[in-house]
């Protein structure tokens, strides 16, 4: 079993929808929880940055993470095409360096 | 500079021919991370440094690759003997102050071991 799950996709939805990327993982001492956007030939950028367990807003970005069940989530309110990209979760835990690890990603397309 | 910077942005090399790919960072940040990211897979964390020095060499595949930093900012990944199986997208970053989830990522150097 890899460390960290996702559906690599590719994930195609109208211009409007609400989309939601998941992740789960096996390591429970998991504590910090982010989520990354990738655009083609670019380097990851951070989107989403949480501490444990609970739920995190940004404009139309929300991530949601639950440490019972291993599980995290993002979901994108009234997606644009400018949404399209590679989503890749990340989780780290002390100490750092090895207890660093990102899913494979997941790649949206939002379609106008 | 304004972001972190690397080169040469593509590779095409030779197997068995070794490769230097390098990273400047963020003016000031003091923590630099290298990751290899192939296809369909997610970024595999190589080795990180803090200042000049590598806290953390585990993620090294083999004793082919190898990493320095000098001057607390530029450093370089050499990969000796090159292997087709290292063709992949090198990405450096750079982190400030103590939180190193915080990363801010170059462009990456897409590498091809012919």
């Known amino acids: 079993q890899k460390e960290v799950e996702q559906d690599p996709g590719p994930l195609s939805v109208p211009e409007g929808a609400i989309v939601s990327l998941n992740c789960t993982y096996s390591n429970s001492a998991f504590q910090y929880f982010m989520w990354y956007r990738q655009y083609s030939r670019k380097g990851p950028e951070l989107l989403m940055y949480t501490y444990s367990s609970g739920n995190k807003e940004d404009g139309r970005f929300t991530a949601q993470v639950d440490k019972s069940s291993k599980y995290i989530s993002l979901f994108i309110r009234d997606s644009q095409p400018s949404d399209s990209a590679t989503y890749l979760c990340?989780?780290?835990?002390?100490?750092?360096?090895?207890?660093?690890?990102f899913g494979p990603g997941t790649r949206l397309s939002v379609l106008p | 500079g304004a972001g972190v910077s690397q080169s040469p942005s593509n590779k095409v090399t030779e197997k068995g021919k070794d490769v230097e790919l390098r990273c400047d960072p963020i003016s000031g940040h003091t923590a630099l991370y290298w990751y290899r990211q192939s296809l369909g897979q997610g970024l595999e964390f190589l080795i990180y440094?803090?200042?000049?020095?590598?806290?953390?060499k585990s993620g090294l595949p083999s004793d082919r690759f190898s990493a320095e930093r000098t001057g607390g900012s530029v450093s370089t990944l050499t990969i000796q003997r090159t292997q087709q199986e290292d063709s992949a997208v090198y990405l450096c970053?750079?982190?400030?102050?103590?939180?190193?989830?915080?990363?801010?990522f170059g462009a990456g150097t897409r590498l091809s071991v012919l």
């Open positions: 970053a750079s982190s400030f102050g103590i939180d190193q989830n915080i990363q801010y």
């Open positions: 990340a989780m780290s835990a002390p100490p750092w360096g090895q207890n660093f690890v």
């Open positions: 440094f803090q200042g000049n020095s590598a806290p953390d």
